[in-house]
DNA sequence: GATGAATGAGGGTTCATTCAT
DNA sequence: TATGAATGAACCCTCATTCAT
């Protein structure tokens, strides 16, 4: 295993060519020939290396998945707040994202395509992925600041937003002006709506024993252009 | 759908087996000879009728498009309380997804590839789909029963979220008992995760006036980064 | 047989465009279904009216050499003077390749492709075609004003001239300007052409023993390279 | 031609047999099937080295064209006398159309689709070209043995019969016995066709003064070509 | 006679993969 | 290990031709 001096080893450059073919056009999209130039090799070396181009992907898509479980592990125990965890949560879901902008897009094309090729070594990481979020919902209602609620629901709550979000940037931009009398900001950052989003799904998540109010009419009143 | 089942026009059969196609495996891996086997019908035949295989996915395309922005302008004006339009919307979509399991994934997809082929015919469709979530906030806050939030933003969350649990559900199924242990169903229903999404974003957009109580992240958006 | 009353016969307008289209592209490179288009007339009914594509080439082919025939006959016995009658012979082919640029480009790919289908019936064509030259050439040897000569070759060497120079036109076009500074003028008309050629073979062939003037061989000196 | 026969360059090969196939049936007529065939390589080892059908009709073309303007050169540069360089040209053009029938057939078909195809870099053999034949008349002219005229209708008068001339064989050979009685005799060689040419344009191009007689349409020509 | 629709047989091109060097 | 060259199996698309109306 004698790497290269110069620069990162031959594999981890193929996989992050890979990443970024099979996430602008998907699987089948996905050209070998395209993957190895982008990677600076030869395409025989790039079979030596790697085997063929389904193997490739499996092994894309599990070094992305480890990436998705760390982060959102670490931000899940990032605090003792579970509220503040929630928004933790999506604000680190949401950096990763911007800077891996091909993550979104593998892994609803996997999901897309049947989860076909996902193989069974993802299993520990969707453990650890679906893990951080029950362990928020499970503290926050045992310190009675948050209701029962299915972690699946609120992890796709969140992720998923924010997946698709991140998903339709290119959608979105395109047609940012053709909205903006309608009073929708079609481009506003990730991030910034990584922030709404736990804020909403924190208050969302509130118990209803809260009390029985909900006082309608004093704070919204005037438009919706300000904070 | 009117039609007798064998009497249907070709074009309609083409235009229903492509989107099956596209659905299953995206643009490029799909086969119009594939597409037009599954549609009964001479590949020279598909070909006549439908031009090329991008004009296809472009009819196809915006054809659910329309579809998808007709089901959610039918739910927003669906009553006069927009936190009840707001559940409607999500029970609305998850309907339309149920019925058309090939609309999320094709969404998806495209939006993946960069919103490459959307034609500019879609623009119309796309600002009756954001119109919807827009009117019903709008009235939400006029009369004060909902705090001022980027439609952008909450029709993410509400269709994102849909969008990605409609699309794992093979994904989901087939880790579902390796998580079942966690307390986490993965298999329920996409309706039932529509209504807890209604449920979910309708209280998290209530007014911060809610009072005194709830006293968790009265802050409204500046306070998530930390305790 | 009752035609449509407003415009030439459906058959002349399918012969029309075939023979144009013919020309431009060549048998294999030419589509029924251009032809059927630029005739103005389904698909189908060109089909209903000549058969098939073969058939069509042949009859777009013998009426063309029919027209070179006539004409070339028509010149041959314009005058008493073999002499001039060459002449006339040279621009009476400009005249024709002048109006029916497709012509010289059909005989050549029909040439050039073996004469592969030719068909029987432009025997006669053929016949009247070489019988021109050679009834000039009889005469003019008979006459004392030409040298024996194989028609053949002055044959070629009239029409094979003004056929490529016909023919070359777009490329000489396109390079005109860059041999301009040569003293080569690609771009002088086709009749211009004519007129040299007719002079050129005129002269070529006068007696050797036309008298003792035009200085046979003399003024060249080293004169190794003819009789 | 300097390899063994068998392990010519696999290019080499290709181009060959593209050049037959082009020939024979021109471009649209060409399958790329039968030419990989025809050059013992497997099809997509045909694309791998020449990129497309296109790209290898323009080399071959461009390898042709060299042919020619190369065998032109060498001709024209032959002696000191014009008139015998002509005959020269003459005689080695034969000779080149001879040892490759296909160059004439691919010359015109290229001319007669409209130089579609012709690539830029043709342009320096096109000077090449036409240069010989311009050379030969200015030197003629110089020492007095030819009158003035437009190397292009020279050059024309030359390369257009013999090309005609060569293509017109099949179509020769097939009617040959058909006008036999007629004097004519179609099946002569194309050698001697070149020789009869160089002589009948020698004596052709003599200049006028020669003495004084037989001033034959002397109009047409003195326009343009003269210095 | 005319027309829209259909069809089988390719035709050009690409692509994942392998092999010899 | 690395690379240029090769290959077979598709894949998208076209085209001459026919058929039902």
Redo the contacts with the bound molecule.
């Keep these: ?2 790497e ?1 001096e110069e620069s990162t080893s ?1 594999l981890a450059r193929i996989l992050d060519a890979a990443a970024e073919e099979f996430g602008r056009v998907g699987f ?1 999209g ?7 130039r982008r990677a600076g ?9 790697v ?4 193997k ?1 992907y499996e092994t894309v898509l599990l070094q992305l998945f480890a990436q998705v479980a760390g982060t959102l592990e670490q931000a899940a125990k990032a605090g003792p707040d579970p509220v503040a965890a929630l928004s933790a949560l999506a604000s680190a879901m949401a950096g990763l994202f911007s800077r891996l902008p091909v993550l979104p897009r593998i892994m609803t094309m996997e999901m897309a395509s049947g989860a076909r090729t996902m193989p069974l070594a993802a299993l520990a990481e969707f453990r650890r992925i679906f893990g951080a979020t029950r362990d928020i919902l499970r503290q926050g209602q045992e310190t009675g600041v948050m209701r029962p609620a299915n972690p699946a629901f609120v992890h796709m709550a969140l992720v998923g937003t924010l997946v698709v979000y991140s998903l339709s940037e290119p959608l979105r931009r395109r047609f940012a002006d053709a909205v903006q009398e309608m009073d929708v900001r079609l481009d506003a950052p990730l991030a910034e709506a990584a922030a709404f989003l736990g804020d909403l799904i924190g208050r969302g998540l509130r118990p209803d024993a809260a009390v029985g109010e909900t006082p309608v009419n004093t704070a919204g009143t005037e438009g919706h252009g300000d904070a």
């Design positions: 295993m004698v290269s031959v089948s996905a050209k070998v020939d395209a993957i190895a090799v030869n395409k025989a070396a790039l079979y030596y290396h085997g063929n181009k389904e490739l």
